[in-house]
């Protein structure tokens, strides 16, 4: 099946600096990928799409400078939280739909998400 | 917007019986899937069933099945012979453009 594959798993890092999260399609090609963030005891909530070759889509009350994603291939996505404070402190999940299958159909593959600790 | 609403925080059932989580959405699309993903400590998303909207007949996907209500816009989920690996949180979800979640279940099941 479609596998999904997000890097790092956790990640500890000092405020003030900034992270990368990576996010890989290892069987299949990915326009469209997708970044959650989910406080503990909460649901998912949608950050931003990322469309490849382009500029994502960031939802409401979501700072893109902040948060970049760059979608540089069809098989890569990455979200780099900047200058990151603890509140930014969460578990990071994405997730990729295939280029081949039409939207509405198309089932969405999740990685093992990212646990990201800022002290 | 589309918003998705589960009602239910927690709920709990003894193992081998029936329970059913409740979920709503509000949407204008006439084009649309509705999901539901159980999400276990491990934290991975694992998609339990799927219903298309333009289907009537409820999905079912072994002891999983979907009571879907379009006209309602209620779509909730039964497991039936629940077994102890069905503990998780369970997340209702609307797929337009986006996937967009509900507050998700705790279920609890007990022996």
């Known amino acids: 099946g479609a596998v999904v594959s997000q890097h790092p798993s956790w990640v500890i890092c000092k405020s003030g600096t900034s992270v990368k999260i990576e996010c890989r399609s290892l069987d299949f090609q990915a326009t469209t990928m997708f970044w959650y963030r989910q406080f503990p005891k909460q649901s998912l909530m949608l950050m931003a799409t990322?469309?490849?070759?382009?500029?994502?889509?960031?939802e409401q009350g979501v700072e893109k400078d902040k948060f970049l994603i760059n979608h540089a291939s069809l098989t890569l996505s990455t979200l780099t939280v900047t200058s990151a404070h603890p509140e930014d402190s969460s578990f990071y999940i994405c997730?990729?739909?295939?280029?081949?299958?039409?939207?509405?159909?198309?089932?969405?593959?999740f990685g093992n998400g990212t646990r990201l600790t800022v002290t | 917007a589309q918003t998705v609403t589960q009602s239910q925080p927690e709920m709990s059932v003894q193992e081998a019986e029936t329970v059913t989580l409740s979920c709503t959405y509000d949407?204008?699309?006439?084009?649309?899937?509705l999901f539901w993903y159980k999400q276990p400590p491990s934290r991975q998303m694992i998609l339990v069933i799927r219903?298309?909207?333009?289907?009537?007949q409820n999905a079912t996907e072994n002891r999983f099945s979907v009571n879907f209500q379009k006209a309602a816009k209620s779509f909730s989920l039964k497991i039936s012979d629940s077994q102890l690996g069905d503990t998780a949180m369970y997340f209702c979800a609307f797929r337009g453009d986006k996937l967009i979640f509900g507050t998700g279940t705790r279920l609890q099941v007990f022996p």
């Open positions: 219903q298309e909207a333009y289907k009537q």
């Open positions: 990322s469309n490849e070759g382009s500029k994502a889509t960031y």
């Open positions: 997730s990729a739909k295939s280029s081949l299958r039409s939207s509405y159909n198309s089932p969405l593959h």
């Open positions: 949407t204008s699309e006439s084009n649309y899937y």
